[in-house]
């Protein structure tokens, strides 16, 4: 309810003479969320949408505020932006020519094709739709949104039947990642371009882009939706079914502006201050190569499909523990960046739908949020002790989406790395809105998924996000990553990984979860075999192939010592002091230094710094008697202990 993921439509309650059902959704109301729900709403309440309003208007009211109506207002010369919209167009403003947050679909349509039908549409849709043909302009130094009237669209065409079928393919693909590849100009544009792609006589491709700024992934599933109604009775010569809208998103600007204020704003405020205190470090998966002063980014995408059975499994495990398929995806996402990661403070981003008002369920606009998850997972928890905890996590964040992360991101004193616009670099994403075939009579419209979709979901612009999406085989895993960063086998290695650690989990869920199996039995016989015969020397000394490991990810943790913890970086600058130390005492080629340390950070310092001077190193243990120690002092000719 809180996310937002229930329709307003035919969802009725039956709850008559069933008090026990009644009784166990107050419960869980009160546990989830800590609101005092009164028996009595849910007689009163006759649908799921009407509960989610009960629910929030009893948390504003225990919380001593409450939000206005979101009302049409009156129509003038201009309109505020919506704190998205600002980021998005200031972003844009910034880098002009990207497109980098377009967002495309390609709809193939399987049959005879009325163009003309198909122009009326999309005219239909802009008409409906005003942040369709939004502009921004600057007034006073402000943006402001501007609204233009509604005015016939045309579907541009593109005749590729001529070509021969092995061509042709090739042409719709250069084609489509051209169209994503082009600029808008949000000073004038309109914010959604149509191309149909003529393949054969029964066969098109019909590619649609629009601006971030305009639209997000549950606007897409809502813009094939009515592309399907409108259609349908348009051919049958029938005018729109689709009923008018209560709002417009220029309305919704104007109400977030008023109602994000005052009392309201300051109790959001605090709960999300909370989470960012203490300044938490940022989570940073090891990488293949160096991480540059200034963030740049070339997206790669790797994909793998969980199979159905695991995705039952994981669906009942939910159940068991009281928590959502969203959860528990989540969990084991955070439990496997621990992991590999070796934090303990597991905080990432997550992009949510953010339309918890059933006025803005049907309009087309960005309401996207992305809200901060944190997550302690110290003290090797079980999954589904953890699975607890990320349960706690999520819903103290979605009962507090309605501030959008700017706001969060300006407000937050905490520190944060000037290379990095947000205190993540990591994502986690489900897909589950509906994407489906829609039969017309004459024609068939089925949305064309690929990985180019994929990465505009809002992780192509971090360094690596989880991005999953519910189907009838099972669940699609996909790792959006910076390909600047990370090389395809790394990533394709971590999505093993997670589904070796999903699999662990729903095997049993009490397991800790460093307990948890990551390797595959090809790369267990492969360890075993580095532990017994000896292979080929490597090419490098062993302290020269530890630098290039801190060249390439100075961050990642290199020694973890209980709760203490050295970054390659820091282990390497440490060992380079020791070593120019070392020299001024004489320690060298031909010469052997003696180490009597116990088992810590300092012992693998002194060991990389004795290899840097060119020394030798004995090992000497602390425990050994003296004259042990003695004779071994003698016997190497150590000059230095």
């Given at each position: 309810?809180?996310?937002?993921r229930v329709?307003?439509?035919?969802?009725?309650?039956?709850?008559?003479?069933?008090?026990?059902?009644?009784t166990?959704?107050?419960?869980?109301?009160?546990?989830a969320?800590g609101?005092?729900?009164?028996?009595?709403?849910?007689?009163?309440?006759?649908?799921?949408?009407?509960?989610?309003h009960?629910v929030?208007?009893a948390?504003?009211d225990?919380?001593?505020?409450?939000?206005?109506?979101l009302?049409?207002?009156?129509?003038?010369?201009?309109?505020?932006?919506?704190?998205s919209?600002?980021?998005?167009?200031?972003l844009?403003?910034l880098?002009?020519?990207?497109?980098?947050?377009?967002?495309?679909?390609a709809?193939?349509?399987r049959g005879?094709?009325?163009?003309?039908?198909l122009?009326?549409?999309?005219?239909?849709?802009?008409?409906?739709h005003?942040t369709?043909?939004?502009?921004?302009?600057?007034?006073?130094g402000?943006?402001?949104?501007?609204?233009?009237p509604?005015?016939?669209?045309?579907?541009?065409?593109?005749?590729?039947?001529?070509?021969?079928?092995?061509l042709?393919?090739?042409?719709?693909?250069?084609?489509?990642?051209?169209?994503?590849?082009?600029?808008?100009?949000l000073?004038r544009d309109?914010?959604?371009?149509?191309?149909?792609?003529?393949?054969?006589?029964?066969?098109?491709?019909?590619?649609?882009?629009?601006?971030?700024?305009?639209?997000?992934?549950?606007?897409?599933?809502i813009?094939?939706?009515?592309?399907?109604?409108?259609y349908?009775?348009?051919?049958?010569g029938?005018?729109?079914?689709?009923?008018?809208?209560?709002?417009?998103?220029?309305?919704?600007?104007?109400?977030?502006?008023?109602?994000l204020?005052?009392e309201?704003?300051?109790?959001e405020?605090?709960?999300?201050?909370?989470?960012?205190?203490?300044?938490?470090?940022?989570?940073?998966i090891?990488?293949d190569?160096?991480r540059?002063?200034?963030?740049?980014?070339?997206?790669?995408?790797?994909?793998v499909?969980?199979?159905a059975?695991?995705?039952?499994?994981?669906?009942?495990?939910?159940?068991?523990?009281?928590a959502?398929?969203?959860?528990?995806l989540?969990?084991?996402?955070?439990?496997l960046?621990?992991?590999v990661?070796?934090?303990?403070?597991?905080?990432?981003?997550?992009?949510i739908a953010?339309?918890?008002?059933?006025e803005?369920?049907?309009?087309?606009?960005f309401?996207?949020n992305?809200l901060i998850?944190?997550?302690d997972?110290?003290?090797?928890?079980?999954?589904?002790?953890?699975?607890?905890?990320?349960?706690?996590t999520?819903?103290?964040?979605f009962?507090?989406q309605?501030l959008?992360?700017?706001?969060?991101?300006?407000?937050?004193h905490?520190?944060?790395d000037?290379?990095?616009?947000?205190?993540?670099?990591?994502?986690f994403?489900?897909?589950?809105?509906?994407?489906r075939?829609?039969?017309?009579?004459?024609?068939?419209l089925?949305?064309?998924?690929s990985?180019?979709?994929?990465?505009?979901?809002?992780?192509?612009?971090f360094?690596?996000?989880?991005?999953?999406?519910?189907?009838?085989?099972?669940?699609?895993a996909s790792?959006t990553?910076?390909?600047?960063?990370?090389?395809?086998?790394?990533i394709?290695?971590?999505?093993?990984?997670y589904?070796?650690?999903?699999?662990?989990?729903?095997?049993?869920?009490?397991?800790?979860?460093?307990?948890l199996?990551?390797?595959s039995?090809?790369?267990r016989?492969?360890?075993?075999?580095?532990?017994?015969?000896?292979?080929?020397?490597?090419?490098?000394?062993?302290?020269r192939l530890?630098?290039?490991?801190?060249?390439?990810a100075?961050?990642?943790?290199?020694?973890?010592?209980?709760?203490?913890?050295?970054?390659?970086?820091?282990?390497?600058r440490?060992?380079?002091?020791?070593?120019?130390?070392?020299r001024?005492?004489?320690?060298?080629p031909?010469?052997?230094?003696?180490?009597?340390?116990?088992?810590?950070?300092?012992?693998?310092?002194?060991?990389?710094?004795?290899?840097?001077?060119?020394?030798?190193?004995?090992p000497?243990?602390?425990?050994?008697?003296?004259?042990?120690?003695?004779?071994?002092?003698?016997?190497?000719?150590?000059?230095?202990?």
């Amino acid at each position: 309810l809180r996310a937002g993921r229930v329709g307003s439509r035919d969802n009725f309650f039956a709850l008559g003479g069933h008090s026990l059902l009644a009784t166990q959704v107050v419960s869980r109301v009160r546990m989830a969320l800590g609101v005092e729900l009164p028996l009595q709403k849910l007689f009163e309440t006759p649908s799921v949408a009407g509960l989610a309003h009960a629910v929030e208007a009893a948390r504003r009211d225990q919380e001593g505020w409450s939000l206005p109506p979101l009302v049409r207002v009156p129509r003038g010369d201009s309109f505020p932006l919506s704190f998205s919209q600002e980021r998005m167009w200031f972003l844009n403003q910034l880098d002009p020519g990207t497109s980098a947050y377009n967002l495309s679909r390609a709809i193939r349509l399987r049959g005879r094709l009325d163009l003309t039908v198909l122009d009326r549409c999309l005219t239909e849709l802009i008409r409906r739709h005003e942040t369709l043909r939004t502009c921004f302009a600057v007034v006073d130094g402000r943006p402001v949104q501007v609204i233009q009237p509604p005015a016939p669209a045309r579907v541009e065409v593109v005749d590729l039947s001529p070509l021969p079928a092995a061509l042709r393919e090739a042409e719709s693909r250069r084609r489509a990642t051209e169209e994503t590849s082009r600029p808008f100009d949000l000073s004038r544009d309109l914010l959604i371009r149509a191309t149909l792609l003529r393949l054969t006589g029964e066969e098109n491709a019909l590619l649609l882009t629009l601006h971030h700024v305009a639209s997000d992934g549950w606007s897409m599933a809502i813009l094939f939706q009515e592309i399907a109604a409108l259609y349908q009775a348009f051919a049958a010569g029938e005018g729109s079914p689709l009923p008018e809208l209560p709002v417009q998103y220029a309305d919704f600007s104007t109400w977030q502006r008023r109602a994000l204020s005052g009392e309201a704003l300051e109790a959001e405020l605090a709960y999300w201050r909370g989470k960012l205190a203490g300044n938490p470090p940022p989570l940073l998966i090891p990488a293949d190569r160096r991480r540059s002063a200034v963030q740049s980014f070339q997206v790669g995408v790797a994909s793998v499909l969980l199979p159905a059975g695991l995705a039952a499994e994981l669906r009942a495990l939910s159940r068991r523990q009281s928590a959502s398929l969203y959860m528990t995806l989540l969990a084991a996402w955070k439990a496997l960046l621990a992991r590999v990661t070796g934090e303990d403070d597991v905080l990432l981003g997550a992009p949510i739908a953010n339309r918890n008002r059933a006025e803005v369920e049907g309009l087309i606009g960005f309401f996207l949020n992305t809200l901060i998850l944190r997550t302690d997972l110290s003290g090797d928890p079980g999954f589904g002790e953890l699975l607890g905890r990320v349960r706690e996590t999520c819903l103290g964040a979605f009962a507090h989406q309605d501030l959008p992360l700017e706001q969060v991101l300006q407000s937050s004193h905490a520190e944060r790395d000037a290379r990095r616009s947000s205190p993540f670099q990591v994502m986690f994403l489900l897909q589950n809105f509906p994407v489906r075939e829609i039969e017309v009579p004459g024609l068939n419209l089925s949305v064309l998924e690929s990985d180019e979709q994929i990465e505009n979901l809002g992780t192509a612009i971090f360094e690596a996000g989880l991005t999953l999406v519910e189907q009838e085989d099972g669940i699609l895993a996909s790792i959006t990553y910076n390909a600047l960063l990370f090389d395809e086998a790394t990533i394709l290695t971590l999505l093993d990984r997670y589904q070796r650690l999903l699999a662990g989990a729903a095997a049993d869920p009490s397991r800790p979860i460093g307990d948890l199996e990551l390797m595959s039995p090809e790369e267990r016989r492969e360890l075993m075999a580095w532990s017994g015969e000896a292979g080929p020397a490597p090419a490098q000394p062993v302290h020269r192939l530890f630098e290039q490991r801190a060249e390439r990810a100075p961050e990642a943790v290199a020694v973890v010592a209980g709760d203490r913890r050295l970054t390659y970086a820091e282990l390497n600058r440490a060992a380079n002091r020791l070593a120019h130390h070392l020299r001024d005492l004489g320690v060298g080629p031909e010469t052997v230094a003696g180490i009597a340390v116990e088992r810590s950070p300092e012992m693998v310092i002194s060991l990389l710094a004795v290899l840097k001077t060119g020394g030798a190193y004995v090992p000497l243990d602390p425990t050994y008697p003296v004259e042990r120690l003695s004779y071994i002092l003698r016997d190497s000719a150590a000059t230095v202990l």
